[in-house]
C-alpha cells in the first residue's frame, strides 16, 4: 500500500512539473497598464526624464494609446505583436512650454511611429525606435 501511494504521489509531482513548465512565463508580460516615462533619447546615453512633466503612456486592452509627453496630451492606437509594437497615427494637443519639456515631448513623438521594438523587465518597459529609447516604469497594471 505504501508503494503504491509514493508511486502516486511521484506521478502527481511529475503532473505538476510538466504543467508548470507549459505555463506562460512572465517574460510575455504585456504592456497594458500606466507607465511613467524615466529616461528617453540615444539607447546608449538617455536622459533622465523632465522632473515634474509627469510623462506617462496608457495602453489600453482594447488597443487605444492615451498620455503625456511632458506638456502635451496624446493618443492614438497600438497593435501588439511578438516584440513589436505598431502604432498607429497619435494625434496631441498642440501647447508650447519650456525648452526641456519640448525637447522631451518632441523624442517621444520620434520613438512612437510605425513599428517599434519593446521589452519588459521587471517593472520597466523600454521601448526602442532604431537608436531612440523611452524607457518607463510601471505606475498601474490594468
Same mark, same amino acid.
Given at each position: 500500500?505504501?508503494?503504491?501511494?509514493?508511486?502516486?504521489?511521484?506521478?502527481?509531482?511529475?503532473?505538476?512539473?510538466?504543467?508548470?513548465?507549459?505555463?506562460?512565463?512572465?517574460?510575455?508580460?504585456?504592456?497594458?497598464?500606466?507607465?511613467?516615462?524615466?529616461?528617453? %533619447?540615444?539607447?546608449?546615453?538617455?536622459?533622465?526624464?523632465?522632473?515634474?512633466?509627469?510623462?506617462?503612456?496608457?495602453?489600453?486592452?482594447?488597443?487605444?494609446?492615451?498620455?503625456?509627453?511632458?506638456?502635451? %496630451?496624446?493618443?492614438?492606437?497600438?497593435?501588439?505583436?511578438?516584440?513589436?509594437?505598431?502604432? %498607429?497615427?497619435?494625434?496631441?494637443?498642440?501647447?508650447?512650454?519650456?525648452?526641456?519639456?519640448?525637447?522631451?515631448?518632441?523624442?517621444?513623438?520620434?520613438?512612437?511611429?510605425?513599428?517599434?521594438?519593446?521589452?519588459?523587465?521587471?517593472?520597466?518597459?523600454?521601448?526602442?525606435?532604431?537608436?531612440?529609447?523611452?524607457?518607463?516604469?510601471?505606475?498601474?497594471?490594468?
Amino acid at each position: 500500500m505504501e508503494k503504491t501511494v509514493k508511486k502516486y504521489l511521484l506521478v502527481l509531482f511529475v503532473i505538476c512539473l510538466v504543467i508548470s513548465a507549459c505555463s506562460p512565463s512572465s517574460t510575455s508580460a504585456s504592456v497594458v497598464g500606466t507607465w511613467k516615462l524615466t529616461a528617453y %533619447g540615444p539607447a546608449n546615453s538617455p536622459t533622465p526624464a523632465v522632473p515634474d512633466a509627469e510623462a506617462s503612456l496608457t495602453f489600453d486592452p482594447d488597443g487605444t494609446l492615451t498620455g503625456n509627453g511632458g506638456c502635451n %496630451g496624446l493618443g492614438g492606437d497600438y497593435k501588439v505583436k511578438g516584440d513589436q509594437i505598431t502604432f %498607429g497615427p497619435i494625434m496631441s494637443t498642440l501647447m508650447a512650454c519650456d525648452d526641456p519639456r519640448m525637447a522631451q515631448e518632441d523624442a517621444v513623438h520620434q520613438v512612437l511611429t510605425d513599428n517599434v521594438t519593446y521589452k519588459i523587465d521587471g517593472n520597466t518597459l523600454t521601448i526602442t525606435n532604431k537608436d531612440a529609447v523611452l524607457v518607463f516604469e510601471l505606475v498601474a497594471a490594468e
